[in-house]
């Protein structure tokens, strides 16, 4: 049986997994991504996602890696720009 949930439900399930590491605006990035390419047909597993995904301010990110922008970064990865100079990314 499948369910349709909403970005408020999307984010309860985290919050209830005890894994709330995101803002409002990654789980809406997240959320939107995972509606457009799995085009509303995916099984939500949160502790796969929080394996896969990261949100770090961008300027560790390219320290930690050796990055120059988030151009490469993207390059890298799946990376999406939040504001305050925040990004969600896939962990490579």
Known sequence: ???SI???Q??????A???DYYTYEAYETLYNFLEEVYD???ELDVIS????FSQDALSDVLASYGLQDFNELNDYTLAFELSN??????SF
């Not at 999307?10 to 919050?15: G, S």
């Not at 996602?49 to 896969?52: A, I, S, V």
């Not at 100079?85 to 896939?90: K, T």
């Open 1 to 3: 049986m499948k369910q």
């Open 85 to 90: 100079d925040e990004v969600l990314y896939q």
């Open 49 to 52: 996602l929080c394996c896969e």
């Open 10 to 15: 999307f984010i309860e399930q985290f919050k």
């Open 6 to 8: 909403t970005l408020n």
């Open 40 to 42: 509303g047909d995916y």
């Open 17 to 19: 997994m005890g894994r």
